[in-house]
């Protein structure tokens, strides 16, 4: 019996843990998972640390094809034919604009450079191709939602297709003029009809693979659903790749059959969501470390004007494909930028290529040039699409304010209190601490707090938000008057709007308290009102000037045994409240975790009230 490889499950944690560190770290520089992902598979490759090797590689592509084809599923569950009829057109002659001017200024570029007709024409098709998962997966992790966001997950599929067919017509056409048969090749008409009927098998296979799914799930309790998707996908992607189908359309239609033939769907991919970004980690870092920056190298100034050419190329072609179609100056400003990020299918198509032109006199030669010249350039355009796509629908104003910005209510140095308090007393080497009933308001309050000036911007809170770990801000004017709350909470789902964050004052969106309270009061009189109060910070206001905050977790915190100071019913109470808040506070971050010394049972660190 074969031993179990552990060096290269060692190998998979230390690329789990690189890659959550690098994420972590990056995000602080809003720099999206993907490209930490990437820079994590670079930095552990052949080029780097030497962690992953080739072995490694070939053992985990398999999971990164499982983590392609999720996403196509997710993507395609989106494509319901009433959305498409609504944008249809619309869409058909943004990516025709698209991929004629962007396939047209790339060959052209080449030509006038003196590279051959050849190189000119594979290189200007193959520019035509957006990464699918890379760039849905920048938009998921971005929330965005919008017109931008719509067109360039339609346009993913348009251009990837169009490139596709053209690249082999293309192919099929050079290999006629060159006469590939006399090279053992088979009939260039022959492999015309085989590429047709894989693309067919591809919506076939795609469309029994999601009436299967569709069918058996709804005969299944909803517990089942999940091991029923794993089952369903495996299986789809293991004939796909068995019969060379192109298993971007499959599992493209396999998500469209499921949307069209449920409403089930968004549950469906609820059950996968986990998984799936836990495979597309595995899946981008093994990308990165398959990624050779000597290629770029050898790719020579062919790959210099191909990445140049490629960005003009793109960005013209929506440009002017959004002012055909009238789908508004937002679009043709920012479509193009979503659109840059390439590797899988321009990847795939040049090894063909090459694979197929191998022997052939005159194609040979260049069909290896055109495949040194994607894998060079592909290290440009993975690791800056990325952030051009985070940009691009940012700028578009069609990003959450919760995902614009990174907002935490803990801290390292917070949690490790928590934690080793919570340790102590579980060993029972440390004793709960009792609040004191007359504890006033004032001994409670932090003085120290974030305030937004009523004459602040939307873009003035959004900065506050971000380096704040408050939930809650009250608003001031300049006489430190109290004047209202803003809370994160009702601001979180809103679309960040670059041009109107200027316009919007903090007095536009500002709320009344819902609870004000004297630095006089003792903790006794206001326990039953703070207990009934959601937010996170409480003003504390004496003759109409904020003076100070109190949080209602410093006061549940002092409060950890019934009977004591302020009654049984009053801690049961606290805990109650506290759990509470807890679970909201988790549900608004889940990202972020529960504030340290805000837990049940969590008595205040040394030095506290």
């Not at 000119?120 to 520019?127: D, H, N, R, S, T």
């Not at 998707?229 to 499921?258: D, K």
């Not at 990847?347 to 063909?352: A, D, F, G, H, Q």
């Not at 919007?504 to 609870?515: G, K, N, Q, S």
């Amino acid at each position: 019996m074969e031993a179990i490889p552990w060096l290269t499950v060692l190998d998979l944690g230390i690329l789990l843990a690189v890659a959550l560190a690098a994420g972590i770290l990056l995000e602080q520089l809003r720099v999206p998972h993907v490209t930490a992902f990437l820079l994590t598979g670079l930095a552990l490759g052949p080029w780097g640390a030497r962690v992953l090797g080739h072995g490694d590689i070939v053992l985990f592509e398999p999971l990164g094809k499982a983590a392609m084809a999720l996403v196509l599923f997710e993507m395609g569950c989106t494509f319901t034919l009433d959305r498409v009829r609504g944008h249809l057109g619309k869409t058909a002659r943004l990516s025709l604009g698209d991929v004629a001017v962007s396939s047209l200024v790339v060959f052209a570029g080449l030509l006038l450079l003196g590279y051959g007709l050849t190189i000119a024409v594979m290189l200007g098709i193959l520019a035509v191709a957006t990464a699918p998962a890379t760039t849905v997966l920048v938009l998921q992790e971005a929330d965005s939602e919008g017109p931008v966001t719509e067109y360039t997950v339609a346009l993913i599929v348009f251009n990837n297709l169009a490139c596709l067919v053209l690249f082999e017509l293309a192919l099929a056409g050079f290999l006629f003029v060159h006469g590939s048969s006399n090279a053992g090749q088979p009939g260039v008409l022959w492999e015309l009809l085989l590429f047709l009927r894989d693309l067919a098998g591809s919506v076939v296979l795609g469309v029994a693979a999601g009436a299967v799914l569709t069918y058996v799930s709804a005969l299944l309790d909803r517990s089942h659903w999940f091991v029923l998707l794993v089952a369903v996908t495996v299986i789809t992607l293991a004939v796909s790749e068995y019969f060379h189908m192109p298993f971007l359309l499959t599992f493209l239609t396999m998500g469209a059959t499921v949307a069209n033939a449920t409403e089930e769907s968004a549950a469906l991919v609820g059950e996968i969501k986990h998984l799936t970004g836990l495979l597309c980690v595995v899946f981008f870092t093994t990308h990165g470390a398959e990624m050779d920056p000597g290629a770029l190298a050898r790719a020579g100034l062919l790959g210099g004007a191909y990445i140049v050419l490629r960005l003009v190329g793109k960005y013209a072609g929506v440009w002017l494909a959004a002012r055909w179609t009238g789908v508004g100056p937002t679009v043709g400003r920012w479509l193009g930028f979503a659109l840059l990020a390439q590797a899988g299918t321009a990847l795939v198509l040049s090894s063909i290529a090459a694979e197929r032109c191998d022997g052939v006199p005159g194609l040979a030669q260049q069909a290896a040039q055109v495949k040194t010249v994607i894998l060079g350039t592909v290290v440009v355009f993975e690791l800056i699409g990325p952030l051009l796509i985070r940009w691009a629908v940012l700028q578009a104003g069609e990003v959450p304010v919760a995902h614009a910005i990174r907002h935490v209510t803990t801290t390292p140095v917070e949690e490790l209190s928590y934690m080793s308090r919570r340790l102590l007393e579980a060993l029972g080497l440390r004793k709960k601490q009792i609040a004191a009933a007359d504890v006033p308001v004032k001994e409670l309050m932090r003085k120290t707090f974030d305030a937004v000036p009523v004459s602040a911007t939307f873009d003035d809170v959004v900065h506050l938000l971000e380096k704040s770990h408050q939930n809650t801000f009250p608003v001031v004017d300049r006489a430190n008057q109290l004047v209202g709350i803003i809370r994160y909470t009702d601001l979180r789902d809103v679309l960040f709007d670059p041009e109107l964050g200027a316009l919007v004052r903090a007095d536009d969106i500002a709320l009344p308290p819902p609870l004000v309270l004297d630095p006089e009061e003792k903790l006794k009189d206001i326990w039953t009102r703070i207990g009934q109060v959601q937010d996170d910070t409480v003003p504390v206001v004496s003759s109409g000037t904020l003076v100070g905050v109190l949080r209602p977790r410093d006061v549940f915190r002092l409060v950890v045994k019934a009977g004591k100071d302020t009654g049984g019913s009053a801690t049961t109470g606290a805990r109650a409240v506290e759990a509470k808040t807890d679970a909201q506070a988790a549900s608004q971050h889940p990202t972020a975790g529960q504030p340290a010394g805000d837990r049940p049972n969590s008595a205040p660190p040394e030095g506290d009230s």
